[in-house]
């Protein structure tokens, strides 16, 4: 699963820099999927998605932050656990139920996002 900031969130702003996918922005930001991967051009996401990683993608989220589920991880790959829930001061970063991926599924995005040998 990925996982998702709730309305609770308070805009501290801990959680963004822990993002080893650079999947967390702040609210009404642009989102690229480029940032913070090695994407680059037209790429198919491991979902099936097309689409241009250095295209500028409208904010998922106006009023607090919010995280590109297409780069979320769970951290898998960098750490033992997301490291945006484990610093986040009111709990607002949880699991999002409708966006299950299993252990091996989230390897392997980190992979995709992060394999220098594609570019």
Not at 15 to 25: D, G, L, R, T
Not at 71 to 94: L, M, R, S, W
Not at 102 to 114: D, N, Y
């Amino acid at each position: 699963m990925a996982i998702i900031i709730t309305d609770a969130c308070i805009n501290c702003g801990a959680c963004e820099s822990e993002c080893p996918n650079n999947a967390i922005y702040e609210p009404a930001e642009d989102w690229k999927l480029s940032e913070g991967t090695y994407l680059k051009g037209n790429v198919v996401l491991p979902n099936g998605t097309k689409i241009n990683a250095e295209e500028i993608q409208e904010p998922i989220e106006d009023d607090y932050f919010y995280i590109v589920s297409d780069k979320c991880t769970e951290c898998k790959g960098f750490y033992n656990e997301p490291q945006c829930a484990a610093v986040c001061p009111v709990d607002c970063c949880i699991l999002d139920e409708n966006q299950i991926e299993t252990e091996k599924e989230l390897l392997a995005k980190q992979r995709f996002l992060h394999n220098k040998n594609k570019i």
